[in-house]
């Protein structure tokens, strides 16, 4: 079977949903923690698609010019040669970030605060020609916990969804690696788990119980959009989209 690596940035966010959706659709995932010690390839030889979580850390240098984490220049050469080597890539929240620095995007603490909760983002027209993103709906769902922004997308990127507070919610780069600013792969037990003791949530002066209870709210609804996203995402993986950028009449397109 077709192998996704899966690079875990922090021990909070692992592929829960995006996992299960992605072996539904046919990959097999290899996850590997860097901050538990697991050495990251030189090259993807071998793998099918690349996708890269999320977590606290920075994806910009510290301020004594030290990297956010200290694999994550490794991880920047990965995902460069993801794009240059054109295997199917997403990243997602720090993932999408990541993507964005190591093709000189610009990735700051967001002047307009933190975004934690249920959201929804806006697509861009450039998304009607995008070959995973034309047939997520108009206005999405998605979950959101971040406080850095990608403030400047890599040159030749796609915008493809946005927000009035934060303009780069979701990017393609070449023509088969997407970053997203917000989650998709959380279910509501990994809302709980950042909620408790969270200092943003108290910075920010919201009840943690009454956030986890909103993400489970819309926790269906983004099943329905982004099920179907992970399987075409699994599809172009293994080589079941068409030239033509529409998925083959025997692709299960997952859904409720």
């Not at 909070?12 to 590997?32: F, I, Q, S, Y």
């Not at 538990?36 to 890269?52: I, S």
């Not at 603490?109 to 709906?137: I, Q």
């Not at 002066?205 to 399987?231: H, K, L, R, S, T």
Request: one cysteine or more; hydrophobic letters at 40%; aromatic letters at 8%.
């Amino acid at each position: 079977m077709a192998t996704a690596l899966v690079i875990e940035n922090d021990p909070t966010d692992d592929p829960r949903r995006l996992g299960e959706w992605l072996t539904e659709a046919g990959l097999t995932l290899r996850v590997l923690r860097p901050y538990a010690g697991d050495d990251l390839p030189a090259d993807l030889d071998g793998y099918a698609a690349l996708v890269v979580l999320g977590g606290e850390r920075q994806p910009y240098p510290q301020p004594d010019g030290t990297p956010g984490a200290p694999w994550f220049p490794a991880l920047e050469g990965l995902l460069r040669k993801a794009v240059r080597h054109r295997v199917p890539t997403l990243g997602i929240c720090l993932g999408g970030q990541l993507l964005a620095t190591a093709h000189a995007g610009e990735v700051v603490r967001s002047p307009s605060g933190p975004e934690v909760g249920p959201c929804v983002v806006g697509k861009r027209d450039a998304a009607e020609t995008d070959p995973l993103f034309r047939y997520v709906p108009l206005i999405p769902d998605v979950i959101q916990w971040h406080v850095d922004e990608i403030t400047e997308l890599p040159r030749g990127a796609t915008l493809l969804a946005a927000s009035t507070r934060y303009p780069h919610q979701a990017f393609r780069l070449g023509d088969r690696a997407w970053g997203f600013q917000f989650h998709i792969e959380c279910d509501t037990a990994m809302i709980a788990t950042w909620a408790t003791d969270s200092r943003l949530l108290a910075r920010l002066g919201y009840d943690p119980d009454v956030v986890v209870a909103a993400c489970d709210a819309v926790m269906a609804d983004i099943e329905e959009v982004w099920q179907p996203f992970a399987a075409r995402f699994a599809a172009l993986a293994l080589g079941e989209l068409d030239d033509d950028r529409t998925p083959r009449p025997t692709l299960p397109l997952l859904g409720h």
